[in-house]
């Protein structure tokens, strides 16, 4: 178990708030998610510096220090990744931290690959060998990760919803084989600075979508440097509601996709 954060935007834009003091922000979340779950074992942000990703994550609780929250100051961006975990499946260690990057993509996972001692076989069985030779870590979110990074490599990244709905679809089979009654958690985000697409399978996800400048509910001032030529849009896709708004869920056994264009999300069933 863990919480995921992905906004997309068409300018750039400051997202601490939703991160750090938000009713229900991603640090808060690492303490006590609204179920009363604590996710402290890890956390990592990523943004793009033109088409790099740049990641700071740390092994420890988002709660724990000011490190989390100083990181969330910085971002002014127009994609975000962030990530709180709850291990499952590998121990609390830097190799282990959500996001994982791979030349110019990132990835993010809440959930667990059910059986994963014995579908690890079948997933490095099918990681292209110059990929698999970059794992660091022991979870299965980041097997994952390049198991879709192999696929892209294989028959190229045009189509990122099919890419994606091609991993849960393998992954879940693969759990299924070993014990019929598995029930995988999949709630994937994958991005490349361009575009972030995303699974929901097994795990809750919300999203909303912000059409125009507004002022923050939190801190009462937009967090833009506004292009007036421009209509601004964001789009934010996570684990809980983080604030007072009206977030909308994502039904379960669907994949979402996003362009920071229009960051607007597209929705569809698996």
């Known amino acids: 178990m863990c919480r995921l954060y992905g ?68 971002v002014y961006a127009e994609l975000v990744i962030a990530h709180v975990r709850r291990a499952t499946v590998g121990s609390p260690d830097i190799d282990n931290t959500h996001p994982f990057i791979s030349g110019k993509w990132a990835f993010a996972h809440n959930g667990t690959v059910t059986n994963f001692d014995r579908v690890k076989e079948k997933l490095l069985d099918e990681i292209a060998p110059d990929l698999r030779r970059q794992i660091k870590g022991q979870t299965d979110s980041e097997h994952v990760f390049y198991y879709a990074l192999t696929l892209i490599e294989k028959e190229g990244a045009g189509n990122l919803e099919d890419i994606i709905v091609r991993v849960v679809r393998d992954v879940e089979a693969w759990s299924l084989e070993v014990d019929p009654r598995a029930k995988p958690g999949l709630n994937i985000m994958l991005t490349d600075g361009d575009r972030i697409a995303g699974s929901r399978l097994g795990r809750t996800l919300h999203y909303i979508e912000r059409d125009g400048v507004y002022d923050c509910e939190i801190c009462g001032f937009p967090h833009i440097h506004h292009e007036p030529s421009k209509h601004y849009k964001a789009l934010v896709v996570a684990s809980e509601p983080l604030t007072h708004e009206k977030w909308l869920e994502i039904p379960d056994r669907s994949v979402w996709t996003a362009v920071e264009d229009n960051a607007k999300i597209s929705i569809r069933p698996f």
């Open 7 to 74: 906004f997309c935007a068409n300018e750039p834009t400051k997202v601490e708030c939703t991160l750090v003091h938000a009713q229900n922000a991603l640090i808060a979340q690492s303490k006590s998610d609204l179920s009363g779950m604590s996710h402290s074992h890890g956390w990592g942000v990523v943004t793009y510096d033109g088409e790099e990703p740049r990641l700071e994550r740390q092994a420890w609780a988002a709660y724990h220090g000011e490190h989390f929250q100083r990181a969330a100051s910085r």
